[in-house]
């Protein structure tokens, strides 16, 4: 059964830092679209940050650009998202989802996606 699950969540003052991690189990990543989204309440999903399935490109959003960086460690089968100088504004649940191939122009897209994790809260206050 194929299923995700992501840690790394919590509470973090304004200027710190977080690394999310997203680890597969049930299938490998390779080939695989992974893309970490976000919900904060009262608001639409939003895409973060992407790495395709297909070029191996990373993709980030305007908002996080410069401050959050993707990776991923095939030997263990996990994604991560390293978050640093987190704004309030970045308080949100935070979810890893995967497709198959390539996500291309729309890798922010969540329909795109047809696996998702349950999701890791975090929430950035002083």
């Known amino acids: 059964q194929l299923q995700f699950v992501e840690s790394g969540g919590g509470l973090v003052q304004p200027g710190g830092s977080l690394r999310l991690s997203c680890v597969a189990s049930g299938f490998t990543l390779d080939y695989y679209t992974i893309t970490w989204f976000r919900q904060a309440p009262g608001k639409e999903q939003e895409g973060v940050s992407c790495?395709?399935?297909?070029?191996?490109?990373?993709y980030y959003a305007d908002f996080v650009a410069g401050r959050f960086t993707i990776s991923r460690d095939f030997a263990k089968n996990t994604v991560y998202l390293q978050m640093n100088s987190l704004k309030p504004e970045d308080t949100a649940v935070y979810y890893c989802a995967a497709r198959g191939g390539s996500a291309g122009n729309r890798w922010y897209d969540p329909y795109e996606y047809y696996y998702w994790g349950q999701g890791t809260q975090v929430t950035v206050s002083s």
């Open positions: 790495i395709d399935g297909g070029d191996r490109s990373k």
